[in-house]
């Protein structure tokens, strides 16, 4: 199972970003998904999740200006990214607990950059 994140890049405060993550693989159900990121010098936080009966959770420096939804069909999980604040740079990651022949499992994708200028 592989997860690949894209979307990410450099906008200006009040801009907007989409991150997408797909999830790929010898998959049977995906359990649940969601973003976590890390700026420097601080620890790894959950940003946003979604299980797969669609409850979301959010933390609260983001609540009303990121939505995270997902695909079921496609394996994906999308993050939209409103009204951006410089202290939302970060390196972002998908992350997803998957059911898949071996068992169920945390997976996570590759970082993808997030810079919101000033």
């Known amino acids: 199972v592989q997860l690949q994140a894209s979307g990410g890049g450099l906008v200006q405060a009040g801009g907007s970003l989409r991150l997408s993550c797909a999830a790929d693989?010898?998959?049977?159900?995906?359990?649940?998904m969601g973003w976590y990121r890390q700026a420097p010098g601080k620890e790894r936080e959950l940003v946003a999740g979604?299980?797969?009966?669609?409850?979301?959770n959010y933390t609260d420096s983001v609540k009303g200006r990121f939505t995270i939804s997902m695909d079921n069909a496609k394996n994906t999980v999308t993050l939209q990214m409103n009204s951006l604040k410089s202290e939302d740079t970060a390196v972002y990651y998908c992350?997803?607990?998957?059911?898949?022949?071996?068992?169920?499992?945390?997976?996570w994708g590759q970082g993808t950059q997030v810079t919101v200028s000033s």
């Open positions: 979604i299980s797969s009966d669609g409850r979301t």
């Open positions: 992350q997803s607990r998957i059911r898949s022949w071996i068992g169920i499992h945390n997976y």
């Open positions: 693989g010898s998959i049977i159900s995906i359990n649940a």
